[in-house]
């Protein structure tokens, strides 16, 4: 029979069951920024406007990072997580998976720059910000939750 949902989510401290839950959060909420920049775009007729200055603009610094930070925790708990006795897929799995990533929409790359590539840190008004480039794809796949994490580094 297989484990609960509950039994699962008990094999590991309740200290990393909450920061993964609010990782999971930190993604959704990610999410519902661009969708809302999508909206505002739709709504002045400025398609990757707004959704390009959540990405690469100084205002979406702080969003990048709490993105970035939700991936780190990810990438952690896959590397470290079994030597502490947790199974990560597990532990994902009784979360209904971590989140898919909204990607990035088609009207976005139309107004990107060189400097805007994911290999360079971007700095802009006195703010370092870097995207994902590490490979780690934790909460980064549109293929769906349960999804192997085998991008993290050991």
Same mark, same amino acid.
Request: glycine letters at 12%.
């Given at each position: 029979?297989?484990?609960?949902?509950?039994?699962?989510?008990?094999?590991?401290?309740?200290?990393? +069951?909450?920061?993964?839950?609010?990782?999971? %959060?930190?993604?959704?909420?990610?999410?519902?920024?661009?969708?809302?920049?999508?909206?505002? !775009?739709?709504?002045?007729? +400025?398609? $990757?406007?707004? !959704?390009?200055? %959540?990405?690469?603009?100084?205002?979406?610094?702080?969003?990048?990072?709490?993105?970035?930070?939700? +991936?780190?925790?990810? @990438?952690?708990?896959?590397?470290?997580?079994?030597?502490?006795?947790?199974?990560?897929?597990?532990?994902?799995?009784?979360?209904?998976?971590?989140?898919?990533?909204?990607?990035?929409?088609?009207?976005?790359?139309?107004?990107?720059?060189?400097?805007?590539?994911?290999?360079?840190?971007?700095?802009?008004? $006195?703010?370092?910000?870097?995207?994902?480039?590490? $490979? @780690?794809?934790? $909460?980064?796949?549109?293929?769906?939750?349960?999804?192997? +994490?085998?991008? @993290?580094?050991?």
């Amino acid at each position: 029979m297989a484990e609960s949902n509950d039994a699962i989510l008990a094999q590991g401290p309740k200290q990393i +069951q909450t920061r993964l839950a609010w990782a999971f %959060l930190d993604i959704t909420v990610s999410n519902g920024h661009v969708h809302t920049r999508r909206l505002m !775009e739709a709504k002045a007729g +400025q398609p $990757g406007r707004f !959704e390009y200055d %959540l990405r690469y603009g100084p205002e979406g610094a702080a969003a990048r990072a709490t993105l970035r930070q939700a +991936q780190d925790l990810m @990438c952690l708990v896959e590397r470290h997580g079994p030597a502490q006795g947790i199974d990560p897929q597990a532990v994902y799995a009784a979360r209904n998976g971590p989140p898919a990533i909204e990607p990035e929409g088609a009207a976005v790359g139309e107004r990107k720059r060189p400097d805007d590539d994911e290999m360079v840190s971007v700095r802009r008004m $006195g703010v370092t910000t870097r995207t994902r480039d590490d $490979g @780690c794809r934790a $909460g980064g796949s549109t293929r769906g939750a349960g999804h192997a +994490q085998e991008g @993290c580094d050991p």
